[in-house]
């Protein structure tokens, strides 16, 4: 809810990142859930991130596509503000930082998922996939060492003390 006592900067909240003297700006909301405001400061935060993260990605490699992992530094919180039920944060960083955000591809998954799909094996090419042997069960249940009876007790198949009548 925006009202007079409402900081400009909470009306662009929802804008992305952007240029603001020699700083990269960017803010976020959050919700307030169960009273808890530093949860909702948080959540402000990781959102006002990514609009950095991605402000640097567009700024750096605009003709790219896929998905990217991008590493920013040195973000500053500016200013936060607590609204009627959501906290507003403004976060900064400085212009040459956002230069120096590393960014990398993240990687195509590992071979024909459409191929290994229809033949029923979903590991990766050259890692063989190996079946349990049927009589897996028949060994282990010999391997298991007898269970000991107590003088007035039986036991049931599963192994449960059952008492005498």
Request: charged share 35%; with cysteine.
């Amino acid at each position: 809810m925006v009202d007079a006592r409402t900081p400009k900067w909470v009306g662009h909240c929802d804008d992305g990142a952007q240029v603001h003297r020699d700083r990269v700006v960017a803010c976020g909301a959050g919700d307030i859930l169960d009273g808890d405001v530093d949860y909702a400061v948080n959540i402000a935060s990781t959102r006002a991130k990514d609009k950095l993260a991605d402000f640097s990605l567009k700024s750096q490699q605009p003709a790219l596509s896929g998905k990217f992992h991008v590493e920013i530094r040195n973000t500053k919180l500016d200013a936060r503000w607590v609204g009627q039920g959501q906290v507003y944060v403004l976060l900064s960083m400085d212009l040459e930082e956002n230069k120096q955000a590393k960014i990398t591809q993240e990687p195509e998954p590992a071979g024909d998922l459409d191929k290994q799909d229809k033949q029923g094996n979903l590991a990766p090419k050259g890692v063989e996939v190996s079946e349990t042997p049927k009589n897996a069960e028949k060994i282990e249940q010999k391997d298991q060492p007898k269970q000991q009876k107590h003088a007035g007790e039986e036991k049931d198949d599963t192994g449960l003390k059952k008492g005498l009548e």
